[in-house]
Each structure stands twice: as structure tokens, then as C-alpha cells.
């Protein structure tokens, strides 16, 4: 499973690049706009914080197939290495796809709700497909058993295309989707911090710390 930062947060980018085993960052128009800035600017400092080798899944802000490609085009010659550009599933979303996927660059189909939407996306050539977990889960869909299913109907078809879940809002939606074999996970920070904390663990490090210095005080292991 890989875990993906859904943020264009340059320090937190920053940050979780150095804590966590990040394969990469998504963005969106949404994520990109929250920060205010000039948009090269923001997405090239992603770029170098995260290495060429990791993934950076940027979204394109155009309607129209030969707009989206030429737009996804300078996409890639401008962030290279590991670049998809995110497209939301649509007719003209699909054409570029089949466009790009000839030209060699990477689709992330994005705003998938339903399986037959990321099928299509997988069959028109898209290398990831993200659906919206907890987007489904708030008007009272299982988002998490919409990512399961698009798992067991792209095994079934043979299908090379992962799965990149998006949008969650608790540790719970990343576990049931690693229980149904999705493949990646794109979070905010605070779900990364979430998905790694338990109480009982706080317990045994206090307990752990406890009795080590009831014997050796404040000396560490480096000390002896
Ligand atoms: O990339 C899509 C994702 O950011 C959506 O998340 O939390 O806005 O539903 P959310």
C-alpha cells in the first residue's frame, strides 16, 4: 500500500516527506488555491522537496481533450519524474486520457464515485483511478466498499490500473480500504497521524519509560 500526501502545504509537505514513507503528493484546484500562490512557484518547490522519483499527481484546470493534453504536456515537461496529471472522469477526460496514455504520460482519473466510472477510466488508459470515500460516506454511500469493489472488478478484468483512494476523514476508511487491496491512500496529515496513534501504544512507551528510568535514571543506552 502507498501512502500519498493530499496537500499542497509546503511545509507540511516538508515535514511528512522527512516522518512518514511518502510515495508522493496529490493536489487538486482546491488544495493548489488554498495556499494563495503563484502556481509554478508552489508545484516545482513540491517537486523539490519530494525528489523526481516520487509521484506528483497534479490536476488540469482545462475542459476540452486537446486542452487537457497540451495542458498535461507541459505538466510533465515542467514537474517530470513520477508526474500523472489528474483528470475528472468526464467524455473529454476520457478522450485526453486515451490521447496521453499514447503519449507515454501518467492519468490519474479522478472524482470516481462509482465502478463502472473507473472501469471505463481504466479501459480508456488511466494508471490510477480515485474515488471519494468519504465524500459517499457523508450522503450515506459505503465510499469504502465503492473502492473495494472497483478493486475486485479491475482484478477481475486484469486490469494494470490502481487504485487511489481519496478523500477520508478517519484512520477507519484507510484500514477497510487496505483490507480490500487498494493500492494507495492519499490523506491529509492529520489522518497519517491518526492511522499511526493508540492509546494502548502511548501506554507501553510511558510504561516502557517508566521502568527504565526507575533503574538507570536519565542515562540512555549512548551513555553506557
Ligand atoms: O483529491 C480529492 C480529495 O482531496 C477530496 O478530499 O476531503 O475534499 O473530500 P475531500
Redesign the pocket.
Known amino acids: 500500500m502507498l501512502y500519498i500526501l493530499?496537500t499542497a502545504d509546503i511545509e507540511t509537505i516538508r515535514y511528512c516527506n522527512e516522518y512518514y514513507p511518502l510515495a508522493g503528493v496529490?493536489?487538486?484546484p482546491?488544495?493548489i488555491a488554498k495556499e494563495h500562490t503563484d502556481f509554478w512557484e508552489l508545484v516545482t518547490q513540491i517537486r523539490e522537496i519530494i525528489g523526481k522519483d516520487k509521484m506528483l499527481h497534479v490536476?488540469t484546470t482545462q475542459k476540452e481533450a486537446e486542452k487537457i493534453v497540451e495542458e498535461a504536456k507541459l505538466l510533465k515537461e515542467k514537474l517530470e519524474g513520477g508526474f500523472y496529471v489528474?483528470i475528472p472522469i468526464c467524455e473529454e477526460g476520457l478522450k485526453a486520457t486515451m490521447r496521453l496514455k499514447e503519449l507515454g504520460i501518467g492519468v490519474t482519473m479522478?472524482?470516481i464515485f462509482t465502478p463502472p466510472q473507473a472501469l471505463i477510466a481504466a479501459k480508456a488508459g488511466a494508471s490510477f483511478v480515485?474515488p471519494?470515500v468519504?465524500?459517499l460516506d457523508n450522503i450515506i454511500g459505503d465510499g469504502t466498499e465503492v473502492a473495494a469493489e472497483i478493486v475486485r472488478q479491475l482484478a477481475h478484468y486484469g486490469s494494470d490500473c490502481k487504485v487511489l483512494v481519496?478523500?477520508?476523514?478517519n484512520a477507519e476508511q484507510v484500514h477497510k480500504c487496505a483490507s480490500a487491496g487498494c493500492h494507495c491512500v492519499?490523506v491529509?496529515p492529520k489522518i497519517l497521524k491518526a492511522v499511526i496513534s493508540h492509546p494502548m501504544t502511548d501506554a507501553a512507551i510511558k510504561g516502557f519509560e517508566r521502568d527504565w528510568t526507575s533503574v538507570y535514571g536519565d542515562k540512555t543506552i549512548l551513555d553506557f
Open positions: 493530499d496529490t493536489t487538486n482546491s488544495i490536476q489528474k479522478t472524482a480515485a471519494y468519504n465524500r481519496a478523500s477520508f476523514k492519499t491529509d
